[in-house]
C-alpha cells in the first residue's frame, strides 16, 4: 500500500472509532459528522489504491462511490451520508443546531451506513 493511500485508510478508520466513541458519549451530532468523514476518507483511500492518482477534490460520497463502480446499497448508504457534511457542522435556523437535531438511533443508523462503506472499501483494497 502506497504510503498516502495508507495515511488515507488509517483517518477513516480512526474517524470511525470516533463515530463511535462519540455515540457512546451521546454527542450524536459529532457521530453522525465522523461517520460521514469516516465513509469518505475511506472511498478515497480507494481510489488513491485503485485509480493510482489523487481523488477528487469533493464530499461528494456518491460521486467517489460511483466512480469505483459502486452499486445498490453502497450508493444508497452514501446517499444518506454525504448531506450529513454539512448538515453536522451549521446551524439553520430552520431545523436548529446540529447539537440538537441528531438522536441515538439515528446516530446508530449513520454508524451503520458508515461501516457498510468502509467494509466495502477495505474489500476492494485487498
Known sequence: MREETRI?????????????????????????????????????????????????????????????????????????LAPEYVLTRYPDGDIGPPSQRYTQKSAERHLRLARKVVQWARKGMA
Open 8 to 80: 488515507w485508510w488509517e483517518q477513516a478508520e480512526a474517524d470511525l472509532a470516533t463515530a463511535k466513541s462519540n455515540l457512546g458519549q451521546g454527542i450524536f451530532y459529532a457521530s453522525v459528522l465522523f461517520s460521514q468523514q469516516a465513509a469518505e476518507k475511506a472511498l478515497k483511500a480507494l481510489f488513491l489504491h485503485v485509480k493510482k492518482q489523487n481523488p477528487p477534490k469533493t464530499h461528494n460520497l456518491v460521486l467517489l462511490a460511483r466512480g469505483l463502480g459502486a452499486t445498490g446499497e453502497i450508493i444508497d448508504a452514501c446517499a444518506d
